[in-house]
């Protein structure tokens, strides 16, 4: 009963710091509001490693861990759009990755073109993007080496990933959540995706329980 009650708490108190890092725009509803689908891009990944590498094989793995929270979001997504939780559908990534090959867009140039121009590309309504932090190879796993003390204050920060949705024919910010990653985030990145959604997903704009909750 008394690691119920302790389990219960941490995970209000997890919940409630996690909305914390979420930010909704005023004219969400206003500029969504016939949006149908949404592009998933790989995420930009800034490693500092203590591994003496070079600078190519540290871009190669920088674009192996932006992609590998690509596929673990659409993952996540595939699976809960099956149980017709979403209002939108999310554009197949082998689809995305295709046509952006087509105009010479790759993980390195991806950052120059706009929102805007991206989702004229895609033809989406809008675009799921963001950025990795990270001092360890997340796709490898989150070192498993710790002490309970550890695990309960959160210590052995690996970095920060943040997700932010942008409307495609503005361009603006519709919706972003950050999150620290450390030991409790989960053991690879489909683990901390999943958790970091779980979190969040009551805050998700596009979750058919949210809109409902709007409603009453």
């Known amino acids: ?23 909704e725009s005023a004219k969400f509803n206003e500029l969504s509001k016939a949006h149908k689908t949404l592009a998933i891009l790989p995420f930009l990944t800034n490693l500092n490693l ?4 070079s600078k190519e094989e540290l871009k190669e793995l920088e674009e192996k861990e932006g992609y590998a929270v690509q596929n673990a979001l659409e993952t996540y997504f595939s699976n809960r759009k099956k149980k017709k939780k979403f209002t939108v559908a999310f554009q197949n990534t082998k689809d995305t990755k295709a046509i952006l090959a087509k105009h010479n867009i790759n993980y390195q140039n991806i950052d120059i073109y706009t929102t805007t121009e991206l989702s004229k590309i895609l033809n989406v309504d809008g675009i799921i993007s963001g950025n990795l932090d990270l001092t360890i190879l997340l796709s490898k796993g989150i070192p498993s080496n710790f002490s309970l003390v550890d695990y309960f204050l959160g210590d052995a920060n690996y970095g ?43 805050k998700f704009p596009y979750d058919k329980e949210k809109k409902r909750e709007k409603r009453s």
Do not use: C, P, V
């Open 50 to 53: 203590k591994d003496n590498l």
């Open 160 to 202: 920060r990933i943040g997700m932010k949705i942008s409307d495609g024919i503005t361009g603006k910010l519709l919706w972003k959540y950050e999150k620290r990653i450390n030991k409790k985030s989960g053991k690879n990145t489909t683990d901390l995706i999943n958790r970091m959604m779980k979190l969040a997903i009551r």
């Open 1 to 23: 009963m008394y690691k119920a009650i302790i389990s219960f708490f941490l995970l209000a108190s997890i919940s409630a710091h996690a909305q914390k890092n979420i930010y």
